[in-house]
């Protein structure tokens, strides 16, 4: 649909034609109406979904415009038509058209990805408070479980002998110690881990107020 073969001299000889704005509109229209399901394809693009959009429906609504106005070419004759003084200048209008349409298709993506990354942020934000955990001996590497069993890459190992014991639960564990902790000491407690009764234990300990709590 677009050439730009047409010059100034030509453009004098034809007006503006009446139907630009309602076509231009409807285009737009178009667009925004059925912007979720333009959205959509760009979830799951395929390359030539993408490239077609504004075409898409630039054709549609020129078959639309011609049914009131009978007189203009169809798509294919001002695809091909180009030798055409008339069908030339039509095909500038049409480009015209097309990049305020292009300006509507980059404005659409420009807002789904920022809700995209919004999206993506919160969920990243989310799994990181939830699961997340540096672990409090080597204060550097983040804890990790692996059946019941509490690792570290500083050489930490704490095996619950529960399947149910998550990274959360740790954390937990660990916020409510370090509260009851603080409620009555000023001083920072340290972590240990010590064999009892044959299992190691991660244990928080305060040398300045013998506090004492199990961790893990
Ligand atoms: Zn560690
Ligand atoms: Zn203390």
Not at 36 to 46: A, Q
Request: aromatic residues 6%; negative net charge.
């Amino acid at each position: 649909m677009s050439s730009m073969n047409s010059t100034r001299k030509d453009q004098h000889k034809f007006t503006t034609p009446p139907w630009k704005e309602t076509y231009k509109k409807r285009c737009l229209e178009n667009m925004r109406k059925n912007r979720v399901s333009f959205l959509n394809r760009f979830r799951m693009p395929k390359r030539s979904d993408v490239i077609s959009v504004v075409q898409e429906v630039m054709t549609e609504e020129w078959n639309v415009l011609r049914k009131s106005h009978t007189t203009l070419p169809s798509c294919s004759e001002l695809m091909f038509d180009t030798d055409n003084e008339e069908i030339t200048y039509l095909n500038s209008i049409v480009e015209e058209v097309e990049l305020s349409l292009r300006e509507e298709e980059k404005s659409l993506l420009e807002l789904y990805f920022t809700d995209y990354e919004k999206d993506l942020c919160n969920t990243i934000d989310q799994l990181l408070s939830d699961s997340d955990l540096i672990c409090p001996l080597c204060q550097r590497n983040p804890l990790m479980m692996n059946k019941g069993v509490v690792l570290c890459a500083c050489g930490l190992r704490v095996n619950t002998e529960q399947d149910a014991v998550t990274i959360s639960y740790i954390k937990q564990s660990l916020e409510q110690t370090m509260a009851t902790h603080n409620n009555s000491c000023e001083e920072t407690a340290n972590f240990v881990v010590e064999d009892m009764f044959g299992t190691n234990h991660l244990l928080m300990v305060c040398e300045a107020c013998d506090f004492m709590d199990i961790i893990i």
